[in-house]
């Protein structure tokens, strides 16, 4: 499984970007999909999730301003980043739950190479 993400890159403050990730491989299903980000001297922290029915979980610094969305067809999220802010320069990872088998009980866990996004005039 492979996770590849794009989208990433440098605008000023007050911008938007869009990040996309693809899951590609051999697997039964994805479940939750998510985008954590992790700046420079810090923990990686949770962005953003969506479930495979579309239930959404945002981060408080980024409700409003971000909007996560996927197509279970291609096994693909997004993530919408409007109004950016200095704060949310960081790797951006995208991070997928998924299940090889039908019979799997817990799905595994597969992380992106991550994408750079710095927000800065």
């Known amino acids: 499984v492979q996770l590849v993400e794009s989208g990433g890159g440098l605008v000023q403050p007050g911008g938007s970007l869009r990040l996309s990730c693809v899951a590609s491989?051999?697997?039964?299903?994805?479940?939750?999909m998510g985008w954590y980000r992790q700046a420079p001297g810090k923990q990686r922290e949770l962005v953003a999730s969506?479930?495979?029915?579309?239930?959404?979980n945002y981060a408080d610094s980024v409700s409003g301003r971000f909007t996560i969305s996927r197509d279970n067809t291609k096994n693909t999220v997004f993530l919408q980043m409007n109004s950016l802010k200095p704060e949310d320069t960081a790797v951006y990872y995208c991070?997928?739950?998924?299940?090889?088998?039908?019979?799997?009980?817990?799905?595994?866990?597969?992380w992106g190479q991550g994408t750079q996004v710095t927000v800065s005039s």
């Open positions: 969506i479930s495979s029915g579309h239930m959404t």
């Open positions: 991070n997928a739950r998924i299940f090889h088998y039908s019979y799997q009980s817990f799905p595994s866990d597969y």
């Open positions: 491989g051999s697997f039964f299903s994805v479940n939750i």
